[in-house]
């Protein structure tokens, strides 16, 4: 008895082959020079009901070009990385770092107390701690029989 081999197609290389399509088609209706950059700087933020706490990476920034403030709700990092000094001479190979001013806003969950807001830089992370304003906390109520 003769069996007959089928070929069973490979699903995952169809994937594949289907999403290098659809990246191809962005990449020509959309052209490098129009697509968004990541925001910057990057941030992590993390709370629980005391405060917040969020670092952003700011290499390259020197931690008097940061200004940081919080109006209402809303915390605003802005600031600048300066370009790079050239040599006399020398010209550029290649530039990937980019330079210039940045602003960067969040919105945050609750309202913060600012007057014990602090700010600490090493290494180019930058780490900002917001004390939840006391009257913000969620406060236990007692209930009382009658």
């Keep these: 008895m003769m069996y007959r081999r089928y070929r069973v197609p490979n699903t995952w290389r169809e994937v594949d082959r289907l999403q290098r399509e659809m ?22 933020v993390w709370s629980n009901e005391d405060g917040l706490s969020i ?3 700011v290499p390259g920034v020197s931690p008097e070009d940061i200004d940081i403030s919080v109006v209402g709700d809303t915390l605003t990092l802005s600031g600048e990385r300066r370009r790079d000094e050239l040599k006399e001479g020398a010209r550029y190979h290649r530039q990937e770092r980019g330079y210039g001013s940045f602003t960067r806003s969040l919105q945050l969950p609750y309202m913060v107390d600012v007057n014990k807001v602090h700010a600490t830089f090493q290494d180019g992370v930058l780490n900002v701690e917001l004390p939840r304003a006391e009257q913000d906390k969620p406060h236990k109520i007692a209930v009382k029989s009658a």
Excluded: G, K, S
Excluded at 23 to 37: G, I, K
């Design 55 to 57: 670092t952003a990476e």
């Design 23 to 44: 990246n191809r088609l962005f990449e020509d209706y959309y052209p490098a020079r129009v697509r968004r950059a990541p925001a910057f700087p990057a941030l992590n």
